[in-house]
């Protein structure tokens, strides 16, 4: 399970460790190896259910999805949990967003860490550099996390997708892409779908979990269209009465959420071989946790989750030595 999140001091705290521990290498390599160590300890500290599942890719792969979490970790951190001001997270979104800037025109990683550039962001840069990601991708992310701080409804499911979705999740989903790899050059369009599709089923069934902490953020992530189909034109979960037709409301979304998934699953063999067992455990892990908001009878004032055991059960017993190595190690 993942530990209480960190104070903002405690993420500026760690910034100058592993700045400071990346500037006594002299190589790149070696300094994103640095680097990568941290970024593990900030994706086991948060997530548990990704954290295990990416421990069956390969280990080139599994440095880079680290360095990955940890570049997206942070920006949703400043707008989710920091206890600042909104014009606080707005200066940390753009402080962030003109490293990430600073970092791609460096071109290599020991020059960009020299500067002020947050390490994270630098090895993260870095990384679409090395994979040609489109550099627009996280742009299009940090669009997503600055629209937290001034979130408005939205009137469909195109709205949703087309507006936030596909920053704050769907191409995170191609950052993925680009380090798994496909089956074939012909393949990769297919995996960039399957990606996308698995990162709107994701992004819903997170949205399902958390509608009450999101209310309290000031967030509404349910089309308007679909509320008012069920009876909701003014969205106040903490009416009583609303509460019994949001339940409604839940269950189509869980279908599509599980639509999306289904898609993904199909077009998983798009993805290279040594990736997938990591990428169909997250899809089988996120169904399981969209079939128990379904069938949850506990309300939105409930956050439901998956045991542990059930997070195994889609990855293969004969390597489970793997997640208690990954603990262990420091």
């Given at each position: 399970?993942?530990?209480?999140?960190?104070?903002?001091?405690?993420?500026?705290?760690?910034?100058?460790?592993?700045?400071?521990?990346?500037?006594?290498?002299?190589?790149?390599?070696?300094?994103?190896?640095?680097?990568?160590?941290?970024?593990?300890?900030?994706?086991?500290?948060?997530?548990?259910?990704?954290?295990?599942?990416?421990?069956?890719?390969?280990?080139?792969?599994?440095?880079?999805?680290?360095?990955?979490?940890?570049?997206?970790?942070?920006?949703?951190?400043?707008?989710?949990?920091?206890?600042i001001?909104?014009?606080?997270?707005?200066?940390?979104?753009?402080?962030?967003?003109?490293?990430?800037?600073?970092?791609?025109?460096?071109?290599?990683?020991?020059?960009?860490?020299?500067?002020?550039?947050?390490?994270?962001?630098?090895?993260?840069?870095?990384?679409?550099?090395?994979?040609?990601?489109?550099?627009?991708?996280?742009e299009?992310?940090?669009?997503?996390?600055?629209?937290?701080?001034?979130?408005?409804?939205?009137?469909?499911?195109?709205?949703?997708?087309?507006?936030y979705?596909?920053g704050?999740?769907?191409?995170?989903?191609?950052?993925?892409?680009?380090?798994?790899?496909?089956?074939?050059?012909?393949?990769?369009?297919?995996?960039?779908?399957s990606?996308?599709?698995?990162?709107?089923?994701?992004q819903?069934?997170?949205?399902?979990?958390?509608?009450?902490?999101?209310?309290?953020?000031?967030?509404?992530?349910?089309?308007?269209?679909i509320?008012?189909?069920?009876?909701?034109?003014?969205?106040?979960?903490?009416?009583?009465?609303?509460?019994?037709?949001?339940?409604?409301?839940?269950?189509?979304?869980?279908?599509?959420?599980?639509?999306?998934?289904?898609?993904?699953?199909?077009?998983?063999?798009?993805?290279?071989?040594?990736?997938?067992?990591?990428?169909?455990?997250?899809?089988?892990?996120?169904?399981?946790?969209?079939?128990?908001?379904?069938?949850?009878?506990?309300?939105?004032?409930?956050?439901?989750?998956?045991?542990?055991?059930?997070?195994?059960?889609?990855?293969?017993?004969?390597?489970?030595?793997?997640?208690?190595?990954?603990?262990?190690?420091?």
């Amino acid at each position: 399970m993942a530990e209480q999140e960190w104070t903002l001091d405690e993420w500026k705290m760690l910034e100058k460790t592993v700045s400071r521990d990346a500037a006594k290498c002299s190589s790149d390599h070696l300094a994103r190896q640095t680097i990568n160590r941290h970024a593990r300890h900030v994706m086991r500290h948060y997530t548990t259910g990704f954290f295990i599942v990416s421990r069956f890719l390969p280990k080139v792969k599994r440095d880079d999805v680290e360095l990955i979490y940890a570049a997206v970790r942070y920006p949703d951190e400043v707008v989710d949990t920091f206890d600042i001001r909104d014009d606080e997270k707005r200066e940390l979104i753009a402080e962030w967003r003109n490293g990430y800037k600073d970092a791609l025109q460096s071109g290599n990683l020991l020059p960009t860490l020299k500067g002020n550039t947050p390490p994270f962001v630098a090895a993260f840069a870095d990384l679409v550099q090395r994979h040609d990601i489109p550099v627009v991708y996280y742009e299009s992310f940090l669009d997503a996390m600055q629209f937290d701080i001034s979130p408005r409804p939205f009137e469909t499911m195109d709205d949703l997708i087309d507006g936030y979705i596909y920053g704050s999740a769907i191409v995170v989903g191609y950052f993925l892409t680009h380090v798994y790899g496909a089956s074939s050059p012909d393949a990769f369009d297919d995996a960039m779908q399957s990606a996308k599709n698995l990162g709107i089923g994701l992004q819903l069934t997170n949205f399902l979990r958390d509608i009450q902490d999101d209310a309290g953020r000031g967030r509404v992530y349910l089309p308007t269209n679909i509320l008012e189909a069920h009876g909701i034109t003014q969205f106040n979960p903490s009416d009583e009465q609303q509460q019994e037709q949001l339940r409604p409301v839940v269950k189509e979304m869980t279908q599509l959420a599980d639509d999306f998934y289904e898609k993904s699953f199909q077009t998983l063999n798009a993805f290279h071989p040594d990736s997938r067992i990591a990428i169909k455990a997250c899809i089988d892990v996120y169904r399981m946790l969209n079939t128990r908001i379904a069938d949850s009878d506990l309300g939105i004032h409930h956050r439901e989750s998956v045991p542990l055991l059930e997070k195994l059960k889609p990855l293969p017993a004969s390597k489970f030595w793997r997640i208690p190595l990954a603990y262990l190690l420091p």
